[in-house]
């Protein structure tokens, strides 16, 4: 069992900066690959980006390129999303995932979910 807990979210201008961090605690997770998704009310689940903790290797949705930066500090067990220039089309809850393997861009295949943080983005 792996558990996943978000924090960081909350309101910020367009513009500005935000950043999520994701603690996971349970089962070694060495060979896991971390996900962020996101979803707003009325839309689909969306994939944001990726890391795979052994490797380093990251991934990104085209739309948060030169955005958004996902990193891991693997001696806290913490995975961080920062996130900067945001835009109103960014805002949604927040979701960190975690899969045994690497990183995969459909939520199906992460079988660990955290309960979601809410990122507001004002215009």
């Known amino acids: 069992q792996v558990q996943l807990v978000e924090s960081g979210g909350g309101l910020v201008q367009a513009g500005g900066s935000l950043n999520l961090s994701c603690a996971a605690s349970?089962?070694?997770?060495?060979?896991?690959?971390i996900a962020w998704f996101r979803q707003d009310p009325g839309k689909e689940r969306e994939f944001v980006a990726a890391?795979?903790?052994?490797?380093?290797?990251?991934s990104y949705t085209d739309s948060v390129k030169g955005r958004f930066t996902i990193s891991i500090d693997n001696a806290k067990s913490t995975v961080t999303l920062q996130m900067s220039s945001l835009k109103p089309e960014d805002t949604a809850v927040y979701y960190c995932?975690?899969?045994?393997?690497?990183?995969?861009?459909?939520?199906?295949?992460?079988?660990?979910w955290g309960q979601g943080t809410q990122v507001t983005v004002s215009s």
């Open positions: 995932a975690a899969r045994f393997g690497p990183t995969r861009t459909k939520g199906y295949e992460y079988g660990y």
């Open positions: 349970g089962r070694s997770f060495s060979s896991y690959s």
């Open positions: 890391i795979t903790r052994n490797t380093g290797y990251t």
